[in-house]
């Protein structure tokens, strides 16, 4: 026992003196550099305490195997730290409904501004929607019965990376692009989230002077719409003048196809053992003024051990790929997809919060060069070149990596529908259907823009109604 705990006692004496080492003594050469160099909110201590199993921990001899290893790579704890970053990947604009974030073990409900990281898992379930705002400046919408897994966000010298896996369900995938926006007098389409959780992104409380019983004066629409989008584009040039915009590159891993794509807007709709759908938007269809061709591109890769084909998807155009990942068409799509763009073709409310957002989050992204500064003040590592770097390097990986692993979950998948079909049970979620946007067009068609009151009534007026707290809870402004 004694002897034991000498051993233990000299191996943090030697984790300790190392930690000092890394941090306090003058590097000498660039490995040392970047060992000394040190995240954000980064432990000084490489040992998970918690999980830790005494017995391998004092068993001298993995003691040596692991010294053995160590001396092979002098950059062990750099490479170390940076396998346990897990990066802030996003935040949260607003949820309707019950929006679930996994990690671990564990899950907690989403919220405004609730932190996303790299690895989490979001889940909706019936009748839920959420937006999110990605660190770069991307939205993405997810819709009912839907999951996503958001597996890394990198920030690089001349682009910004994202990965993440479609589980199931319906999405949507919009990088920020630097232009306007047409200004439309017409209501919002995704009004289930108004009046957003983010005050400043709500129209200004404009009260109507018109008496009571004059119910025509209440059904006038008024110029709401044009402020919405004067605001928006303000905002916009703002940041466009502040903040250097990199490029976004995206890898999305479907069951039957993955995407990679540089400043994209796309829908999507992943079924469990079923097809995919997918359709890259064109700019213009939400009303941005676009004066020059955008620089974009979307290419899918297939399914199959050995199958490296690929294949270009082009501008507004609904593609299916079948449910065994090795072919992809266009098609004529249900008008419930119809539906489904409609719903986020007019969100003047959801851009604005997406600036302001930008302002807030994203400077560091496409404006911080130095890799030290952005390890140290902001948490991340900073990445080589698209072009020729790592980057480029990750994206091959990937493309190898995931094609081969999800062509195995594919046919496992696959056995696993038949014995359910052989049981005479169904398959959930393999089939589109209106779930996906039902409870947001109900509320599109009974809605109003809520920017109007009776100001000319006999009625009582309540205190309550005329506190500052009632009218940010209710967003209303003045």
Not at 234 to 262: C, D, S
Request: net charge positive; charged share 30%; with cysteine.
């Amino acid at each position: 026992m004694k002897i034991a705990m000498f051993f233990a006692i000299t191996l943090i004496s030697l984790s300790t003196f190392s930690q000092v080492e890394r941090f306090d003594l003058i590097p000498t050469n660039e490995v040392e550099r970047e060992e000394r160099l040190k995240f954000k909110e980064e432990k000084n201590s490489y040992f998970k305490w918690e999980s830790i199993n005494e017995r391998n921990f004092l068993d001298l001899d993995k003691w040596k195997q692991h010294i053995a290893l160590a001396d092979k790579e002098p950059r062990w704890r750099r490479n170390l730290a940076e396998r346990n970053l897990r990066e802030l990947i996003g935040r949260v604009i607003d949820c309707v409904g019950d929006c679930r974030l996994f990690k671990s073990l564990g899950f907690n409900k989403l919220r405004y501004r609730s932190a996303i990281r790299e690895g989490d898992e979001v889940i909706n379930f019936d009748d839920s929607y959420l937006w999110i705002f990605m660190i770069d400046g991307t939205l993405v919408r997810i819709s009912p019965n839907s999951s996503v897994s958001f597996k890394e966000i990198n920030i690089g010298e001349d682009a910004n990376f994202l990965h993440a896996r479609v589980n199931y369900g319906n999405v949507l995938w919009q990088n920020r692009l630097p232009h306007n926006y047409k200004p439309r007098e017409s209501k919002e389409t995704d009004a289930l989230f108004l009046p957003l959780s983010m005050y400043e992104a709500n129209p200004a409380f404009k009260k109507l002077n018109y008496k009571e019983e004059d119910l025509y004066a209440f059904l006038v629409e008024n110029n709401e719409g044009l402020k919405k989008y004067k605001k928006l584009n303000q905002l916009i040039k703002e940041n466009n003048e502040k903040i250097y915009k990199k490029p976004t590159y995206n890898y999305l891993v479907f069951p039957n196809g993955n995407l990679f794509g540089k400043n994209i807007i796309l829908e999507a709709v992943a079924l469990n053992t079923n097809e995919t759908y997918i359709k890259k938007r064109v700019p213009t269809w939400q009303g941005m003024n676009v004066e020059k061709e955008i620089d974009s591109f979307l290419k899918l890769t297939f399914r199959g051990f050995n199958n490296v084909e690929k294949m270009d998807i082009g501008d507004d155009q609904w593609i299916s790929i079948d449910p065994k990942g090795r072919s992809a068409n266009s098609f004529i799509p249900p008008k419930s997809l119809g539906v489904s763009e409609f719903l986020t073709s007019n969100i003047p409310s959801i851009l604005i919060a997406r600036e302001i957002f930008y302002q807030q989050y994203s400077s560091f992204a496409h404006n911080e060069t130095s890799k030290d500064r952005l390890a140290t003040i902001n948490g991340y590592r900073l990445w080589t070149s698209m072009e020729n770097g790592e980057l480029k390097k990750r994206v091959d990986f990937l493309n190898e990596y995931t094609r081969r692993v999800e062509t195995s979950n594919l046919l496992t998948a696959e056995q696993f529908k038949k014995k359910l079909l052989e049981r005479g049970e169904s398959v959930d979620d393999s089939e589109y259907s209106i779930r996906f946007v039902n409870r947001a067009i109900s509320y599109y068609l009974i809605s109003k823009d809520s920017d109007k009151v009776i100001s000319d009534s006999n009625n009582e007026v309540l205190n309550s109604t005329q506190k500052s707290f009632w009218k940010r809870i209710n967003a209303v402004r003045k």
